[in-house]
């Protein structure tokens, strides 16, 4: 019985640390609803125009996360729908 209770806390610790590791952290950046949000388009424009190349986006929570590639890194930034803030930047 030890052992079981011993096996389960570590699965349970284990998933819980990789759920942590897979999340970004960040996906606040508006409380508008979708309909108010501007294109997501301008949000990649406004990454090209920092010099990214970008790989694609995607609505993460309620922000637009941009993937770009940059010097030979690869970044993802997050902008407001709202009105196209950088909120953050992750080098990744």
Do not use: H, N, Q
């Not at 409380?31 to 501007?38: E, H, R």
């Not at 406004?46 to 970044?75: D, H, M, N, P, Q």
């Amino acid at each position: 019985m030890k052992v079981i209770r011993v096996v389960a806390i570590a699965l349970t610790i284990g998933i819980g640390m990789s759920s942590a590791a897979m999340a970004d952290g960040f996906k606040d950046c508006t409380k508008l609803d979708k309909a108010s949000w501007k294109p997501a388009s301008e949000a990649e424009a406004k990454a090209k125009a920092l010099g990214y190349e970008v790989r694609r986006s995607k609505i993460e929570g309620s922000c637009y996360e941009v993937y770009g590639v940059k010097e030979g890194k690869t970044f993802e930034l997050f902008y407001s729908p709202e009105d196209l803030s950088l909120k953050k930047t992750v080098a990744k």
